[in-house]
């Protein structure tokens, strides 16, 4: 198979590694686009969310948070943005699930939250679509 975060896993493939243990790796993104974005990954190969068994999906989660804190506690930074993108409609375009960190400082000017350019239904209609209960 031909990914490359699991070339980055194995070593074949170098990168900025931020954190490592047993199910996850995390490491500074590619993009370089804002300081200290930062993919997280399991080391188990898992296309997305939508395939990924509940306990790799704990061990992420796990490891998001240990950085956050980190960052947060440790680095200077007050927030973090969370992204995930899953399937090629929603902008995933490494199909080896992760997940960005994106550390944020007060004031950074940073917009991690899009403008959307409204809905196309009303909430009643689109919640019977929707809804599991
Ligand atoms: P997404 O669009 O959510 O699938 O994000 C994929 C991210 O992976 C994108 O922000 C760039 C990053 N990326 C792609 N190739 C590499 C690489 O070889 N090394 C590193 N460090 N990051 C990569």
């Known amino acids: 198979m031909d990914c490359i975060f699991c070339k ?3 070593g074949e493939k170098p990168c900025f590694m931020i954190y490592e243990d047993a199910f996850t790796i995390a490491f ?10 930062t993919v997280v990954i399991p080391k188990k190969h898992i296309r997305n969310i939508l395939d990924c068994d509940n306990e790799t999906l704990g061990n992420i989660m796990n490891t998001i948070k240990h950085i956050s804190n980190h960052y947060i506690n ?9 992204l995930n993108a899953n399937e090629s409609s929603a902008q995933q375009s490494v199909f080896h699930l992760h997940f960005h960190i994106i550390p944020r400082k007060d004031n950074d000017n940073i917009n991690a939250w899009p403008d959307f ?5 009303r909430l009643e ?4 679509l929707l809804k599991l209960c």
């Open 8 to 10: 980055i896993i194995t």
């Open 28 to 37: 500074l993104d590619i993009a370089n686009d804002v300081d200290g974005h």
């Open 74 to 82: 440790d680095c200077g930074y007050q927030g973090i943005n969370i």
């Open 117 to 121: 350019t409204g809905s196309q239904h």
């Open 125 to 128: 209609e689109i919640h019977k």
